[in-house]
């Protein structure tokens, strides 16, 4: 099990993101994507159709790959009512964030980009 912790606010590097998710969940490995940092940020662009990595970015989310954004990120970096609309959920179990621990606790392998 893999938990693909995603800080950068890039585009492009967040795709790679989405890329590796689609690709290990397609082999078999039990994945799950955070946003953190600045890649919150990303949520509002990502969900416009004008966007040319939504489809990518949909079947990420429709395969339940993403499993949540970092909420005191969210707040700071002024995109929650956006992740909220999204239907992300907000996670923040480490004065705010979410705890690297609580996935490790549960088995993942955390990997950064």
């Known amino acids: 099990m893999y938990c693909l912790y995603a800080f950068n606010g890039e585009l492009m590097c967040f795709v790679h993101v989405l890329l590796n998710g689609l690709d290990m969940a397609e082999k078999g490995m039990k994945v799950s994507i955070v946003l953190e940092g600045a890649a919150v940020t990303l949520v509002p662009e990502l969900e416009k159709e004008t966007c040319p990595f939504n489809k990518l ?39 705010g964030h979410p705890a690297m621990s609580d996935y490790i606790g549960r088995g993942y392998k955390i990997i950064t980009f």
């Open 57 to 95: 970015y949909r079947k990420a989310r429709e395969q339940g790959l993403i499993d949540g954004a970092c909420k005191a990120c969210s707040v700071k970096l002024k995109v929650k009512e956006e992740i909220e609309k999204a239907g992300i959920a907000l996670i923040g179990e480490m004065s």
